[in-house]
């Protein structure tokens, strides 16, 4: 158990939809991460937040947004949803801003755009 | 083209034997991550290499900074360590970039 948590773990939902996404870091990590992992693409970066700000971007599309809160917890949110959405999104955290710093999955949500 | 290169795609070894897979990568990193993902999906982090060598357990992992190459091996492999090895590059902040990973399959 990597003291990280997602929530939901299972998400079926139609094209043209909006879901959020809910991420937990490890207590006392400031930074969260969010990736993607689709069977082409592999995995992916999406973006980073470090205790309440944006401070990197990846891939992520128009579509996506993402944020962090006060407690640090952070929800992606997808809109518009496309087929090609479908995915396993995960959130990492990291005690880190910066540098070498080892990061830590939570459990994914799978996500299926119907 | 990926900035990170995995080989082999997919790997069949008997139980018991010593296990390789080749990570290389195009430009200067701050950090190198092993990543284990097991069929059910979850992810872990097995090592974050900067420089040298480390060991946990069965597992070690090594880089070359000037070769742009690191190692991770697997000694006295077992039916449980199969699963997705994935190497992962930091370049200069902690954006990682991902290898297309390993499948590693232990038959008893």
């Known amino acids: 158990d990597s003291g990280v948590t997602q929530t939901p773990k299972h998400l079926i939902t139609a094209t043209g939809q909006r879901v959020t996404l809910r991420c937990s870091p490890r207590s006392g990590d400031l930074s969260v991460y969010w990736y993607q992992q689709s069977l082409d693409q592999g995995l992916q970066f999406l973006i980073q937040y470090y205790n309440g700000e944006e401070r990197a971007k990846g891939n992520i599309l128009e579509r996506f947004s993402a944020q962090q809160f006060p407690d640090l917890h952070s929800e992606l949110n997808l809109s518009s949803l496309e087929l090609g959405d479908s995915a396993l999104y995960f959130c990492?955290?990291?005690?880190?801003?910066?540098?070498?710093?080892?990061?830590?999955f939570g459990p994914g949500t799978r996500l299926t755009v119907l | 083209k990926n900035e990170v290169e995995q080989s082999p795609q997919n790997l069949t070894a008997q139980e018991g034997e010593f296990i390789t897979i080749n990570c290389s990568y195009s430009v200067g990193i701050s950090a190198l991550h092993w990543l284990q993902q097991h069929p059910g999906g979850g992810i872990v982090s097995l090592f974050m290499l900067s420089s040298g060598k480390k060991k946990h357990g069965r597992l070690i992992a090594t880089i070359n900074i000037q070769e742009k190459h690191s190692s991770l091996h697997i000694t006295a492999s077992h039916p449980r360590d199969s699963a997705v090895y994935i190497c992962?590059?930091?370049?200069?902040?902690?954006?990682?970039?991902f290898g297309t990973g390993t499948r590693l399959t232990i038959i008893p």
């Open positions: 992962a590059v930091g370049f200069g902040n902690e954006k990682l970039t």
């Open positions: 990492a955290s990291s005690a880190r801003l910066a540098g070498v710093g080892e990061q830590f």
